[in-house]
């Protein structure tokens, strides 16, 4: 028991390590690479990684290390902006809704549940037509199609929590809902939201990929992770490397992520 | 359960031996090739895009056809042209049959031009017919009856037309699907829907026998057909959208023939047995907008030649083939080689240096942003990002791509929104008119909108000259006026047709404007 213990938290350790490493290349892009993710070198294109490109170059003869970094930035951006802000506005409808119940209760859930009929793509590829490409859209379109679960599962764990003695107690000596709800309930909540938040950030950086994937992400020359995943997947038979390191990060930061949330999920139903 | 089992290993084994039904019946012959997309109809008076191409030529025919750049008789076993070049006499072939036995007449010709030109077909190709005498009005609707329009049937196997002003090419026009005959009784029958299986009759080597919406056509052989039998029994055209798909089809055995596919595997797929390369009359350029409709900032910019200038010289367009790999020539004139009227002396060439010094003329501010209206397919995306970096470079003009699918890309097209975009131009007759036409004022497919009355008057000129040398001095000053004076547009390259076939499949010929003709391809036994 012990020893599985042991090996779970040295993949944790792996996890944590990853995440930072990849959060430190998007902030120091600049600094760890010796390219520019855009310029191009037609006499060096297509080459297989080596000492001078580790992880080689584009058709462009761009350097895919480059890429894969100012990359990391875009793909992390997206992932933890969009889940912020959807973390945001879920938790608020969802505290709203399961605290007032009612007549606005009623009205937020079919609102989500009107929302929730369109598949989340979908809704995304139709946010982003209205925005317009870039990243601006993408951070959009993605924002307002993740919150509507998360809204959901707050409704009822607050809905839950205000039948708990501590909020009957606040109540009776006379505090304002907005501080029942903010000082006692939420804070109670922080866990359940922390996990949720880091299973958003990887489906986020998912949906990403995949608008990009598609071909509805970002314009050139700016790459995410998805744009080069994409690039790379229709000479994976030729020039592999393309697709390899490009998936291989979106694979790692997805993994490490979603291992993350599921280590924070079993702490907090411990303390529960 | 244990009989039953034997019995259904031994069924197996039977099937995978190859004896039973399989050899039984005769092996069908299948040839199988790709559509990238939906045909929008089999109707050919009104299909236009090169989807609807190869399916075109295999099920009709015209009057005369193209063997590779030459005009060969077809339903037509002759023609003559009058002395003043103006009136032309086809006669039919006595064998010449539909596929539901009934024979093909000059009337056939008439319905179908009819229709054609008729304004309520609204066919994108109906001012192919202009060139004969009240053909256009009868188009604009200022002429209501059709018998103004000089298209006469002498008999029931002689048709005639009469020509406004002699044109040198004319001979090429009624080898366009446009123009291939349709029968009375069949509209009268069906009306528009008349191009769907057990409906469409026709008059070439194949026949509509299924359509699978989005999925598969399936043509069979017209046992009617006046010539050659074709080799194979079937044909199916597989609908792939996909081009790294379509690839993958071709290699698991499935497609006998691909055209389109990922750039990055032209270098491997060139060293497999079914490599094939083909001519292909096509030029692929960058276009200015001349439109009015939307005077944005980089809009008023680009009306400055100063900086059309500047543009077309920072791009080096010799390094292109070596980026797209597919063979790929830099572009000098929009006419094409081999076509008379193409050079190596017209056009802007790369010159960095002075691509500053026109950019400085223009007084066009730094850094300045201009969009780019692209296809959003990997091939022009890789192309647009190559000039994008150049016009960094070299003038620190800030790009930015607007790639859309193609159908949006050709609304946005028809809108002029963008100040640049990268298209292409392939032939439909091999003329250098083709080309040059389409930058007549009042041209469907005048993508920069840029009208010039002088370069019109010259284009009808050209038409008229009958010795092959004037007309190419002309083309020629034509050509310095639109790519060196006014920089209307860029030819960046010219492209053969790469295409990958089938080592089992004989015979397949492809010509210089991407028709394919099956009737002698053969496909040797499967083991």
């Known amino acids: 028991m012990r020893q599985i213990f042991q090996k779970q938290n040295r993949f944790l350790t792996f996890c944590c390590l990853a995440l930072s490493l990849m959060a430190g290349m998007a902030v120091f892009a600049p600094q760890v690479t010796h390219y520019s993710f855009e310029e191009q070198n037609i006499s060096e294109k297509l080459e297989p990684p080596s000492a001078k490109h580790w992880m080689g170059t584009d058709t462009l003869g761009r350097d895919l290390y480059s890429r894969v970094v100012y990359g990391a930035r875009l793909s992390l951006l997206v992932g933890?902006?969009?889940?912020?802000?959807?973390?945001?506005?879920?938790?608020?409808v969802g505290a709203i809704a399961g605290y007032r119940g009612g007549a606005i209760d009623l009205l937020l859930m079919n609102l989500v549940d009107f929302l929730m009929i369109f598949p989340s793509v979908l809704m995304a590829i139709l946010l982003m037509l209205l925005f317009g490409r870039g990243p601006l859209g993408i951070i959009l379109a993605i924002s307002i199609t993740s919150w509507l679960s998360l809204a959901r599962q707050v409704r009822g764990q607050v809905m839950q929590a205000k039948r708990f003695p501590y909020v009957e107690s606040a109540r009776a000596i006379g505090a304002s809902p907005a501080a029942i709800l903010f000082k006692h309930i939420l804070p109670n909540l922080l866990g359940p939201i922390l996990v949720s938040l880091t299973i958003q950030i990887p489906n986020n950086i998912m949906a990403e990929s995949l608008l990009s994937f598609v071909g509805l992400g970002l314009a050139p020359p700016y790459s995410s992770w998805g744009t080069l995943a994409n690039e790379g997947f229709r000479g994976m038979q030729t020039y592999p490397h393309l697709l390899i390191f490009p998936s291989a990060a979106i694979f790692i930061t997805i993994l490490a992520f979603n291992y993350l949330g599921d280590e924070l999920r079993k702490k907090s139903e411990k303390r529960l | 359960m244990k009989i039953c089992g034997r019995i259904l290993g031994a069924l197996l084994l039977f099937q995978v031996n190859g004896i039973g039904l399989a050899q039984a019946l005769p092996e069908l012959k299948n040839f199988t090739l790709r559509l990238q997309g939906e045909p929008e109809t089999l109707d050919w008076n009104k299909a236009h895009t090169p989807i609807e191409n190869y399916l075109m030529i295999t099920l009709m025919e015209g009057l005369v056809?193209?063997?590779?750049?030459?005009?060969?008789?077809?339903?037509?076993?002759?023609?003559?042209?009058?002395?003043?070049?103006?009136?032309y006499t086809f006669k039919i072939r006595k064998n010449a049959v539909w596929s539901d036995g009934v024979p093909v007449t000059a009337e056939d010709f008439l319905t179908s031009w009819k229709r054609l030109l008729a304004p309520e077909t609204a066919a994108a190709y109906a001012y192919f017919l202009f060139d004969i005498e009240g053909a256009e009005a009868f188009n604009q609707g200022k002429e209501k009856d059709f018998s103004k329009v000089a298209v006469k049937p002498l008999d029931s196997k002689t048709l005639q037309v009469r020509l406004r002003k002699p044109v040198s090419h004319w001979i090429s026009i009624p080898t366009h699907w446009v123009t291939f005959p349709l029968r009375k009784d069949i509209l009268e029958k069906y009306g528009d829907q008349w191009a769907k299986p057990g409906r469409m009759v026709t008059a070439g080597p194949y026949l509509l026998d299924r359509y699978d919406l989005n999925s598969q056509i399936i043509l069979k052989r017209n046992p009617k057909y006046y010539g050659h039998q074709g080799k194979v029994d079937q044909i199916t055209a597989l609908i792939v959208a996909d081009d790294t798909t379509a690839l993958q089809l071709y290699q698991t055995g499935k497609l006998d023939f691909l055209t389109d596919f990922p750039i990055l595997n032209v270098k491997s797929l060139s060293e497999t047995p079914g490599f094939q390369i083909f001519p292909y009359l096509k030029t692929v350029y960058l276009g200015f907008s001349f439109s009015p409709n939307h005077p944005t900032d980089a809009q008023k910019w680009i009306q400055n030649p100063h900086l059309r200038k500047a543009i077309a010289m920072s791009i080096d367009r010799?390094?292109?083939?070596?980026i797209l790999q597919g063979k790929q020539s830099p572009g000098a004139t929009f006419v094409p080689p081999p076509l008379t009227g193409s050079s190596k002396n017209v056009g802007i060439t790369y010159n960095p240096k002075e691509a500053l010094e026109e950019f400085r003329l223009s007084q066009a501010?730094?850094?300045?942003e201009l969009e780019i209206l692209i296809l959003n397919w990997e091939k022009t995306l890789t192309l647009a990002q190559f000039i994008q970096s150049q016009l960094k470079l070299h003038l620190g003009i800030q790009l930015n791509l607007q790639p859309y699918d193609n159908k949006t890309y050709r609304a946005q097209l028809d809108l002029h929104r963008h100040p640049l975009f990268l298209t292409s131009w392939s032939a439909d007759y091999p003329d250098p008119d083709n080309f040059l036409s389409i930058f007549l004022s009042d041209s469907g497919n005048n993508r920069p909108g840029w009208k010039n009355s002088s370069f019109d008057h010259k284009i009808l000129q050209a038409r008229q000259m009958p010795s092959s040398s004037q007309r190419e001095r002309l083309y020629i000053e034509m050509q310095r006026e639109l790519l060196d004076k006014e920089v209307v547009i860029v030819p960046l390259y010219y492209e053969p047709n790469i295409a990958l076939v089938n080592p089992r499949v004989r015979g397949l010929k492809l010509n210089p404007l991407n028709y394919l003709d099956i009737k002698g391809v053969e496909i040797s036994e499967t083991k």
């Open chain 1, 80 to 92: 933890f902006v969009t889940a912020i802000s959807g973390l945001l506005l879920g938790v608020s």
């Open chain 2, 65 to 87: 056809s193209l063997d590779s750049v030459k005009v060969e008789p077809a339903l037509a076993e002759s023609w003559k042209i009058s002395g003043d070049r103006k009136t």
């Open chain 2, 318 to 322: 010799s390094k292109i083939g070596e």
């Open chain 2, 365 to 368: 501010p730094k850094g300045i």
